[in-house]
């Protein structure tokens, strides 16, 4: 089981991954509270080389051609550790820190409006 974005594995897979919690929108007359309708996963490197870190930069710039890409993660709320394919999801642009020979110390990439 791996990470996957528009159904290509990633070259180096995360060192980490979470589920964000949901924005809280208020409260409704039960008492009961009330959460945005989509998810947003992150997913963090240690460290990369410059051409891993290319591929997350050429998954973020397809988004022009189509809007959305479709990601393999590990399944919201599942009994088990399996992953799940997520469609119409949008990703922020990576982030990464600073070099330490010749590698980028840390990237982010975010993946939002998953309907998990």
């Excluded at 009961?32 to 460290?47: D, I, K, Q, T």
């Excluded at 394919?85 to 110390?105: D, I, L, N, R, V």
């Amino acid at each position: 089981m791996t990470y996957k974005i528009s159904n290509t594995e990633l070259t180096l897979q995360p060192t980490s991954g979470r589920w964000i919690p949901r924005r809280l929108l208020g409260t409704a007359g039960s008492s009961h509270s009330v959460y945005a309708g989509v998810r947003n996963y992150e997913l963090n490197w240690g460290l990369l080389s410059p051409a891993e870190f290319n591929q997350l930069i050429g998954f973020y710039n397809t988004l022009g051609v189509s809007g959305t890409v479709s990601v393999d993660l590990p399944e919201y709320g599942a009994s088990t550790y399996t992953f799940k394919t997520y469609s119409g999801c949008t990703m922020q642009e990576p982030e990464t820190s600073a070099y330490f020979t010749e590698h980028q110390q840390s990237a982010r990439l975010l993946i939002t409006n998953i309907r998990a």
